[in-house]
């Protein structure tokens, strides 16, 4: 069976949210156009964001965003709280502060269209 690789996140403004997951990713989009932009992570995973302005078919309303999470794991709880800090410093909209939870210490943001962001490290 194959594995997914691409994530593509349905976006208002495709330049704005270029700039919001570069600042976050620390990287360039290695694709970018008006309607798509795309990140090579270093998972090999691609991050896409296209304008849902023109996707087809076109999304409906319980395909935009709020309704899955991008996980980012990381290595210790101190590294969760220093990007907890950094994304809080760049204004970022936290709507879960670090708590500990049944699979490990995390907190939670949102993108520009409401997309949620868990950062966290796993428990032992």
Known sequence: MPHPNFIILYVDNTAASEQFYSTILGMKAVESSPTFAMFA???GVMLGLWSKHTTIPAPSH????????????????????????DWKERHLAIVQEPVELDFGYTFVAIDLDGHRLRVFAPGN
Do not use: N, P, R, W
């Not at 395909?63 to 907890?84: H, N, R």
């Open 41 to 43: 992570l270093d998972s």
């Open 62 to 85: 319980q395909q935009m965003g709020g309704t899955c999470e991008i996980a980012f794991a990381l290595g210790s709880k101190a590294i969760v709280d220093q990007t907890y800090h």
